[in-house]
């Protein structure tokens, strides 16, 4: 097949959406598909362009067989409502001329679109209309609902036009997926014919990420009988990270030690809050090369989410914790996707709430053996559910079909 990808995030950036597209156009083409992708520099999640690449600029690399088209993006300092638009806009407009350049050159059998960002979504749907290809549509997030639950952007008038514009746009597409159940059938209720839709879960390579010693966790001073409760990856507005201040001043003078590792929008504030606390280590947002041996210093993972973002996303990392053996703390309401995917492999608690995250904590730093049983069960569920060789091999047969 031809594949055109269209979508704001692409390696080499090592979190988030950027790094399951790439996986993912990167998979097809060792399967003999000739993959092209339409994106921007890298810039996430540190809000910054990549070193060695241009914000202004139009440039093509080929990466791991994927013939990369690399569009201008504005990229804010501060990420924050209007600026954000802006920014979301700068690559809808920099990257349609050629999204359909390439659709009409290429002539693919199919376009996928990736989502966020929507704003871009038309210009996908117009490329695959002149490339005389099937569309499909990949939501990661819901990012109209996101941005209005959690304050981003607000206005009771501007809220019922752009999901109105978005089921309108969703029903554009021969296939629409998204990463949950709940997700998928949000999409139902947003207007996309249930035959439409289709469950497309983020993944890990269980192969790579698996229960290992751990280099990192050798090298931070730990006492001796330290128990490491460790969040790795993105700190930004959807993330709800600085409960993990407040998580840890309430475990000060135990034998829990917390690690935190990223980058994002809300570091620098929860970097201030947590500089005076000696059992909270820092690490740089490690490399793909060094995940596992990251992954594997933690004795608990913790996954904090905002209240108002559940079923809206999904956090990518939680695949990655599974897969490395280790239980998993999240912030999670009854209910929720996330609170279903950690029964049995971890703590599910109410989200923003910091004293039942250390109670929890605590709970499992008392008890060896459960968390080596939860932990167990955890690398189960990560090998059954979210194993990446079985989930993009279902959807090579999708995109077949199509």
């Known amino acids: 097949m031809k594949i055109l990808i269209h979508g704001l995030n692409y390696a080499p950036e090592p979190t988030g959406i950027g790094k399951f597209t790439a996986e993912m156009a990167e998979w097809l083409a060792r399967r003999g598909h000739r993959v092209e992708v339409v994106t921007t520099p890298p810039y996430y999640p540190a809000w910054k362009i990549g070193e060695g690449y241009s914000g202004w600029l139009w440039r ?32 809808a407009a920099s990257s349609l001329p050629v999204a359909i350049a390439r659709a009409i050159v290429m002539r693919p059998d199919v376009v996928i679109a990736v989502a966020p960002a929507l704003v871009s979504v038309p210009g996908s749907r117009i490329a695959a209309w002149l490339g005389g290809a099937p569309a499909t549509l990949h939501i990661q997030d819901f990012e109209i609902d996101a941005a209005f639950a959690l304050g981003i952007v607000s206005g009771g008038g501007l809220r019922r036009f752009a999901l109105g514009l978005e089921s309108c746009l969703l029903r554009r597409f021969q296939r ?34 698996r229960p290992a010693a751990s280099e990192p966790r050798r090298a931070i001073d730990l006492p ?81 989410q905002r209240a108002d973002a559940a079923d809206l996303v999904m ?8 897969a490395s053996g280790r239980p998993v703390v999240a912030g999670a309401a009854a209910g929720t996707a ?8 971890g703590i599910a608690v109410p989200p923003g709430d ?16 459960r968390r080596r049983s939860l932990g167990a069960k955890a690398r189960e569920r990560a ?8 989930i993009l091999l279902a959807y090579e047969r999708v995109l077949e079909s199509l």
């Open 338 to 345: 996330l609170a279903r995917a950690i029964e049995g492999c």
């Open 315 to 322: 956090p990518s990392k939680l695949a990655f914790m599974l």
């Open 60 to 91: 093509n690399e080929t990466i791991n067989g994927v013939r990369v088209h690399r569009c201008p993006l504005y990229v804010p300092g501060r990420p924050r409502g209007l600026s954000r638009l802006v920014h979301l806009a700068s690559f």
């Open 224 to 304: 001796e009988g330290a128990v490491v409760a460790l969040y790795s990856g993105n700190m930004g507005e959807k993330q709800g990270v600085e409960t993990l201040a407040d998580v840890a001043a309430t475990l000060s003078g135990s034998n829990v030690h917390m690690v935190l590792a990223g980058a994002g929008a809300a570091a620098p504030r929860l970097q201030a809050a947590t500089q005076a606390m000696a059992h909270v280590h820092w690490l740089a947002l490690q490399p793909a090369s060094r995940l596992n041996d990251l992954l594997n210093a933690a004795d608990i993972h913790l996954l904090p």
């Open 383 to 390: 090998v059954a559910e979210w194993d990446r060789e079985a």
């Open 176 to 209: 629409v997926s998204s990463i949950t159940p709940a997700m998928v059938a949000r999409l139902v209720d947003k207007g996309v014919t249930p035959s439409r839709t289709l469950l497309f879960p983020n993944w890990v390579d269980t192969k790579e990420i």
């Open 354 to 369: 910091a004293a039942a995250m250390a109670g929890a904590i605590r709970e499992l730093a008392r008890d060896e053996p």
